[in-house]
């Protein structure tokens, strides 16, 4: 049992659904908000427009997320299994522009 466990972990740190990446490293407010702006094709990974929450991330993607007039350009660096603290979420990402 105490073996799945640890499978289980590993997994969660090579992929991650990316509306509950946007959420826990605090780049949304919400997972609802995450999903929207995903459905409504504001946000590419590696320059790809994706329209689905359930898209995966791993360490070094490029995430391009458009929200109004802003554009954040960011470096997936981690992934975790939480919400983070603010000054614990931007460890996570590199801000590019």
Known sequence: ?????????????EKQRLDNWLYRVRLVR????AKEIILDGCVRINKVKIFK??????????IT???????????VS???DKRLGFKNAISLYERIS
């Open 1 to 13: 049992m105490n073996k799945n466990n640890n499978n289980k972990k590993s997994h969660l740190t």
């Open 30 to 33: 919400t997972r609802s908000q």
């Open 53 to 62: 929450p359930s898209n995966k991330v791993t360490q070094d993607d490029i």
């Open 65 to 75: 997320i458009r929200k109004r007039e802003n554009t954040f350009v960011v470096r």
């Open 78 to 80: 981690g992934l975790t």
